[in-house]
């Protein structure tokens, strides 16, 4: 039998067994582009402390209200306020963990920035969400690289 129409109809026998369940499964990354540049407007607007409040629970867990909006602020204070921001790449990755809570769907989105301090360079920004167990995407994170 020719490759390509074997390459074929495994894809559609695949379709058809995983597209139903799928289908469920499956993220606009046009969302997550759009809620990727809530959670940047949020910290631009120093609304950071609501940021965190809404984050995934092992986000919570894994630094605190205090330290998230300090570690923020410290690395933008360095930058200034954004003048240019576009979106670059958008990631989706399974992570296996032991703790259910850190497990599972994530999804980042970079973005290249362009800072009033820096205005000869930009700075990618990576904004992360996690699917957790209740099935809703939260905020996971923010660093600048």
Same mark, same amino acid.
């Given at each position: 039998?020719? %490759? ?8 559609? #026998?695949? /379709?058809? *067994? ?8 499956? #993220? ?9 540049? &809530?959670?940047? +407007? ?8 609501? #940021? /965190?409040?809404?984050?995934? %629970? ?16 410290? @690395? ?6 954004? &003048?240019?921001?576009? *979106?670059? @790449? ?8 032991? +703790?259910?809570?850190?497990?599972? &769907? ?10 009033? @301090? ?9 904004? @992360?969400?996690? #699917?957790?167990? +209740?099935?809703? *995407? ?8």
């Amino acid at each position: 039998m020719n %490759p390509m129409i074997r390459l074929l109809l495994a894809a559609t #026998l695949l /379709w058809s *067994w995983l597209g139903p369940a799928a289908a469920q499964e499956i #993220l606009e990354a046009s969302d997550m582009v759009r809620g990727g540049m &809530q959670a940047i +407007d949020m910290i631009d607007q120093g609304k950071t402390g609501e #940021l /965190w409040d809404g984050a995934a %629970p092992a986000t919570r867990k894994r630094v605190t209200r205090a330290e998230f909006v300090s570690q923020v602020a410290r @690395s933008r204070a360095q930058i200034g306020m954004p &003048q240019m921001r576009t *979106w670059v @790449s958008v990631n989706r990755q399974v992570v296996t963990a032991p +703790d259910s809570d850190t497990a599972g &769907q994530y999804v980042s989105i970079e973005y290249e920035t362009r800072f009033a @301090s820096k205005p000869d360079g930009t700075v990618r920004e990576l904004v @992360s969400f996690h #699917l957790d167990q +209740d099935r809703v *995407w939260r905020f996971s994170g923010y660093a600048l690289k």
